[in-house]
Antibody, heavy 117, light 110 residues
Framework: QVQLQESGPGLVKPSETLSLTCTVSGGSNPIYYWSWIRQPPGKGLEWIAYIYSTGSTNYNPSLKSRVTISVDTSKNQFSLDLRSVTAADTAVYYC???????????WGQGTLVTVSS | QSALTQPPSVSGSPGQSVTISCTGRSSDVGFYDRVSWYQQPPGTAPKLMIYEVAHRPSGVPDRFSGSKSGNTASLTISGLQAEDEADYYCCSYTSSRTWVFGGGTKLTVL
């Protein structure tokens, strides 16, 4: 059973870069799409970006100018960088595995990132 | 990309059925059969309940069913149980190769 675990700072200052890593364990097949999804407190889910194991990526158009997603298959990790953050980026950030047929079948527990000075 | 449209809340009594709608556009819900539904109790990560419009993952009760007509997908929960109380989100793949979620629906079991 695959497990995903987010890690990174829980507090980021405005205008700085939010950086998170997702570590994947327990899976035997590394060829999947991997996504970041966030949820502001009390609000709905927002898809941020995905990366394929080969390195191909795609981004939410509303965030594309500030986001980079990357993968390190040797460490079974993928990462998110979100630049120039504001309070509106405060959210629980989830990493998730996307099955090619089109759904997120495994999720991390989520990590709360607060943007505040 | 605009979020898919869901009713903010629905409710039903134990044993009843409820349906949650999810309306998108011809570029997302209407474009592919890649609509999925997620259940999220408070303070927990979302859990996949339905994928590819109407398929249930192993372990999801058959009380949960999905369908789609045109640009609108639906999740029906029959034989409501107290444990079904949660937020529910639909999600669709888009013609731009991105993903879009609905705004979420809070299900209250009366």
């Amino acid at each position: 059973q695959v497990q995903l675990q987010e890690s990174g700072p829980g507090l980021v200052k405005p205008s700085e870069t939010l950086s998170l890593t997702c570590t994947v364990s327990g899976g035997s097949n590394p060829i999947y799409y991997w996504s970041w999804i966030r949820q502001p407190p009390g609000k709905g889910l927002e898809w941020i970006a995905y990366i394929y194991s080969t390195g191909s990526t795609n981004y939410n158009p509303s965030l594309k100018s500030r986001v980079t997603i990357s993968v390190d298959t040797s460490k079974n990790q993928f990462s998110l960088d979100l630049r120039s953050v504001t309070a509106a980026d405060t959210a629980v950030y989830y990493c998730a595995r996307e099955v090619a047929s089109g759904h997120f079948d495994s999720w991390g527990q989520g990590t709360l990132v607060t943007v505040s000075s | 990309q605009s979020a898919l449209t869901q009713p903010p809340s629905v409710s039903g009594s134990p044993g009843q059925s409820v349906t949650i709608s999810c309306t998108g556009r011809s570029s997302d819900v209407g474009f592919y059969d890649r609509v999925s539904w997620y259940q999220q109790p408070p303070g927990t990560a979302p859990k996949l309940m339905i994928y590819e419009v109407a398929h249930r993952p192993s372990g999801v009760p058959d009380r949960f069913s999905g369908s789609k007509s045109g640009n609108t997908a639906s999740l029906t929960i029959s034989g409501l149980q107290a444990e079904d109380e949660a937020d529910y989100y639909c999600c669709s793949y888009t013609s731009s190769r991105t993903w879009v979620f609905g705004g979420g629906t809070k299900l209250t079991v009366l």
